[in-house]
């Protein structure tokens, strides 16, 4: 799998790592981010279906 470098607000960081560890949503961060991407994908196809470009 590819891996990917980016930067992200502290604030925004620290939001999402609430989501992440034991009991919770997530079981790291990056796996947030990846679940994060595939439903923002999954809304962009919609909106593209939408507008006919699909």
């Known amino acids: ?3 990917i470098s980016l930067d992200i607000p502290s ?3 620290s939001d999402l ?3 992440v560890g ?3 949503k ?3 961060v990056a796996d ?3 679940t994060a991407c595939r ?3 999954d809304q962009l196809d919609t909106i ?3 507008h006919g470009r699909r």
């Open 1 to 3: 799998m590819p891996k």
């Open 39 to 41: 439903k923002m994908l």
């Open 48 to 50: 593209d279906e939408f």
């Open 22 to 24: 034991d009991k919770k």
């Open 11 to 13: 604030e925004l960081l």
């Open 32 to 34: 947030a981010v990846r």
């Open 26 to 28: 997530f079981i790291s």
């Open 17 to 19: 790592k609430t989501h």
